[in-house]
């Protein structure tokens, strides 16, 4: 069976056998490669070949509007930007329009509202802060107003009244969002928010109960239900997320590329698009590099917030500021926390740092340097930092919760808690062998609000369900045609059978698993995955193990029985699978 080149290094790396010249030319190779990636798909703000940012750019053009990024919330910003410096940096986005200089841009008001303001320059530098023509000439309901020594490339927000009417005009170029209205519709819920936690495993909780490792978290969300059984439907963030936010599996929402920047939000409808579509004011904050805003994630949020890496605190903090401004309105919020991902600070925070055994402060895992999470082995060292990490971001979660429950009522607001994989360092198993093992995709999934029942479910869902399953509690209709996720008999739905979960990586071989309550399956194509991503299994191989003990099935009627299975999701004939 073909392997990656990738895991080909690294099994000769963790090999005892292989001799320490032979170690340290891996290691080089693997650096290489992490340095040819990085060349190949630069982070956000940076355009694919890293030779341009976007700050000031159009993205997703339509109909006179882009989408805009500025700096937000930066007193000062490096003279020149390259790809280290951009990550100190937070960014905000607004569907705007460009507007060129002394042109008047008359406008009116049908709802109280909030109108996003830039001055662009692109040869802004620190040291001219205020210029002489850094200003706007505001006339409001015939009351002239001049805005002087504007900082320049930042959104500044002005507030008007319902009827109020305004023109604007400036000798620079002005980028002016569309209005944000601060009023709400007194049907719908006031708050819907859905937090992210990057890499929580929900199989750690066998080891470490969750009401001891996250008491804050258990504490708010068993007033509704948690399921213990939900699983991701890949094994890295790419695909995961974008599964998570369609309803749909890897193949159909063929959003899976790690290198390629592949686009979210046009063809395959994200679940905030729904939320967009019945009149909420939408918000991501984000410092999740998988979230990429040039990647499509910003279309149709009404703000973005990004920044590489953005740390809990930060995230916690840009949304409860965010809902002083929009109290009154219908609000729905995805918040991303990467923080027990890795250290975002390269070591332990000083919390989690002062409460590491002397072991633990040994980074050596025994994986290559560069090995991706996926493929990284069982490491007590890593475990126990990554605990401390959980335990440390629930700590700070407190003042989320009681914000949440200060200032709404169950019957106002729907909360949930996903997680799109586990860390392989972090997973003690005996099927070593797949990166699609039951402990490896098992994640958490709470999910708290109007007429949920309080209950810890043993359900067997899937990430997929998570978006019916929210839009379904907000009372918003979808085509069940057109995703794959379905609403779990826990929340009134009908649930599944099964669940299913796929690998497509270009440069790998194609992986799947399907699991239920006794048997959990693996199939796995001979040929390497193109970089289209399309499925051959032409050739593989499958196995069926007994979920509970991972024993091995041989019974030729349940082998066949669960390839049938396999057929049907991937709609493939007899012939081709």
Known sequence: ???????????????????????????YLLNSYKKHKRLIKFQFPWIKSGKKNIIGLPLFEQNSYAYYAQYYAESFVMDKLNFQNSNLYKYEIYK????????????????????????????????????????????????????????KNRFHTIRFNKGDSCIINSPNELLVGKPLELNHQSNKKKLVLVLFIDALGASLFKDYPIEKLMPNTYNFFRKGVIFKNCYSNAEYTTPSLASMTTGKYVHNNNFFHPRERQIIGKEQKMLNQYFHEEGFFTQLITGNYGQNPSQGYCIDYDRTIYKNSLKHQDSIMEFIDSMRVFKDRNVFTWISLLDIHHPLNIIPSFSAGSKMSIRAHDYNSGDPPASKTTFKGFCPKSTERHVLEIEKVDYHMKTLYDFLEENYSDDEFLIT???????????????????????????????????????????????????????NSCNISFDNKKIDGRL??????????????????????????????????????????????????????????DINTGIKINESKIINLYLEKFRKILKMNDNSL
């Open 417 to 471: 808690l996903v997680s799109d994989h586990a860390t392989s360092a972090t997973v003690q198993t005996q099927n070593t062998g797949s990166i699609l093992r039951k402990e490896k995709t098992n994640v958490p999934f709470m999910i708290r609000g109007t007429n949920i029942e309080s209950v810890e479910s043993g359900e067997m869902i899937e990430n997929v369900d998570i978006l019916p399953s929210i839009l």
């Open 96 to 151: 705007s329009r460009l507007f060129q200089p002394l042109k008047p841009i008359k406008l009116s008001f049908k709802e109280d509202s909030l109108l996003p303001i830039s001055i662009k320059d692109n040869k802004f530098v620190n040291e001219n802060y205020f210029f002489d023509n850094s200003y706007i000439n505001l006339s409001v309901n015939s009351e002239n107003y001049a805005l002087k020594d504007l900082i």
């Open 488 to 545: 779990p008999k826990e929340l009134g739905g009908y649930g599944k059978d099964f669940i299913f979960t796929e690998s497509i990586y270009p440069g790998q071989t194609y992986k799947a698993s399907i699991k239920d309550s006794s048997y959990e399956c693996f199939i796995e194509g001979v040929n390497l995955t193109n970089n289209e991503g399309e499925i051959n299994l032409n050739k593989y191989s499958f196995e069926v193990q």
């Open 1 to 27: 069976m073909k392997i990656s080149a990738y895991e080909f290094l690294r099994k000769i790396y963790i090999s005892k056998r292989a001799p320490v010249t032979v170690k340290f030319i891996i290691i």
